[in-house]
């Protein structure tokens, strides 16, 4: 499967050029040894990142892949608080925080953890599982933060209307728009979800 994997990354490279950002999500499936010949085996495709390659319970395992490849390392989405990102951030082992608002102890915590990685040129990339709440705060992350790298976005416009309103909108499939009204722009609709 993961020889399949590059060769279909290898495939989507020559068909659409430098014109598309190639990213993969592992899911941390693989150890160590095998990511980092994953990651040799991407190399030359100018990926732009691989995400969550080993398990979160082994961030040490970073730093090997760190010092064998050039490949951009995306991670921390299992990551549950400030303390779990410490060492891949102070020792330069990712190159995207994968922070998960909901995970990860709010927009406070989310916030402290894309300060600890903007002065080693760390990125936020956040993870967003969870549709238009979590994008709300997440957008206001991202706002807020000089080291905002893209945004995972769940926000199809037609979950729930009626109960979810939102003050910003999707557009041209690729870019969030401000929200401008108090909060995260996010109305709940209570009578709606009952029914």
Known sequence: AVRKC?????????????????????????????AVWFCREVEPLNMFAVEDPIRAEHPQGYQRIRSQTTVPIAAGEQWANKWEFRDPIENEWIDYARVD?????????????????EPHFIKTLLHNPLGPVCTAASLHIDIACDNAGPQEVLFPPDILPDVLQCDFQLQEGSRLTIPTQPGLGVTFNAEAAKE
């Open 101 to 117: 608002i909901c995970i990860a102890g709010g927009i406070s915590e989310a916030k402290k953890i894309a300060a600890m990685a």
């Open 6 to 34: 590059v060769r279909q990354f290898r495939a989507a490279r020559e068909a659409a050029g430098d014109e598309l950002e190639l990213m993969v999500d592992l899911h941390t499936r693989l150890s160590p040894e095998e």
